[in-house]
């Protein structure tokens, strides 16, 4: 089950300081007496902190993630509904939910508000961190972190279906999904009532990313012209399998987080503030699989490989899936066999060696 750890405060990029900050998080495994066994997860942008839900055949005894070797932790992402700070925490000053007044929050705060939080568990470094997606925005920046003496707080990265920076083709999808969901009566500029959420709207938006996270292949080969003949319109089967997504999204998620996580995955860029794009790729001396998807239509190949092709110690492995970008979602045993093997032969310390 998830646990919550308090940190005292935090302040975010944008200057905005809270206090009393919940972090969610979950562990499996056992921290060794050093602190620098820990494999971090990071998860995508609607997941949460419990592992062995979505990503289960990854976890377990020989395996990608293994709790009898590793201590496998996973923390929630600020601005997420599922426990971590977010726009319905309460604002300890007010005694009411931060709603609109919550700060813009970037992949750097996530990571920063995470290392606070990961040296309260007792982890002094990270043997590896691995995610997909918005997670793998996250294990890029946590290629930057370091120790006190300079070396790598990070020993390994396993970034998985993600590029180094937003493209406009991504913020552009983003956008498209905010759109929806003010454009629903019901967001009210975003002080909405709780209990009367803009679900139109969110429901949109989902649909929307659900296309984007497919392929062709994927929705022609699963649905094709097929109708859906025991509902009394008769829609489409793939329309009727949108709709279904947007409702369990409606049913799980609230649309202000939904906003907030969207703009802080635009804000991925390694190179911001940082020197120029290539050479700050060159940087990243850690060990690294990048694993990339063949029909990925959001987060193409092509960004994968021009991680590869810049990375000092980089590994391309493919998921050849017709699903698109969910692939790492989908083919758990292919991907979980590529990181193992990896993760085995990687050529990192031995110090700190999961």
């Given at each position: ?17 809270l206090r009393d900050v919940p972090v969610a998080y979950q ?37 990608a993630l293994d709790p009898t070797e590793d201590f496998v ?282």
């Amino acid at each position: 089950m998830p646990q919550t750890l308090t940190l005292p405060q935090f302040t975010f990029e944008d200057g905005t300081t809270l206090r009393d900050v919940p972090v969610a998080y979950q562990t499996w495994g056992t921290l060794n007496a050093a602190g620098d066994n820990a494999v971090l997860v990071c998860h995508a942008l609607t997941g949460d902190p419990d592992v062995s839900d979505w990503w289960g055949a990854l976890l377990g005894r020989d395996r990608a993630l293994d709790p009898t070797e590793d201590f496998v932790v996973c923390l929630n992402v600020p601005g997420s509904p599922y426990g971590t700070v977010s726009p319905l925490t309460v604002n300890p000053k007010t005694g009411a939910r931060y709603r609109t007044d919550f700060p813009i929050v970037t992949t750097r705060d996530t990571v920063q508000l995470h290392r606070r939080a990961l040296e309260q568990l007792g982890v002094r470094r990270v043997a590896c961190a691995v995610g997909g997606s918005m997670g793998g925005m996250h294990v890029l920046e946590w290629a930057f972190e370091t120790t006190d003496d300079g070396a790598p707080f990070v020993q390994s990265i396993v970034p998985i279906a993600v590029g180094g920076r937003h493209s406009a083709w991504q913020i552009g999808w983003s956008e498209a999904q905010r759109q929806a969901i003010y454009s629903d009566p019901k967001w009210q500029d975003g002080e909405y009532p709780l209990d009367d959420p803009p679900t139109s709207g969110l429901s949109t938006a989902r649909m929307m990313a659900m296309v984007s996270y497919r392929s062709r292949d994927s929705l022609d080969g699963r649905f094709g012209r097929e109708r859906m003949e025991e509902q009394s319109e008769k829609p489409y089967a793939v329309e009727s399998y949108l709709r279904h997504q947007g409702k369990k999204l409606v049913d799980r998620f609230d649309p202000q987080c939904y906003v907030t996580l969207t703009k802080q995955m635009d804000t991925h860029d390694v190179s911001r503030d940082r020197g120029e794009y290539e050479a700050v790729l060159a940087s990243i001396e850690q060990p690294a699989l990048v694993v990339g998807i063949d029909s990925d239509v959001l987060y193409p190949l092509s960004e994968q490989q021009e991680l590869v092709q810049h990375l000092p110690q980089a590994t391309l492995e493919i998921l050849s899936s017709p699903h698109g970008h969910d692939s790492f979602l989908i083919e758990l045993e292919e991907l979980s066999e590529m990181v193992a093997g990896w993760r085995a032969n990687a050529n990192v310390p031995s110090s700190v060696a999961a």
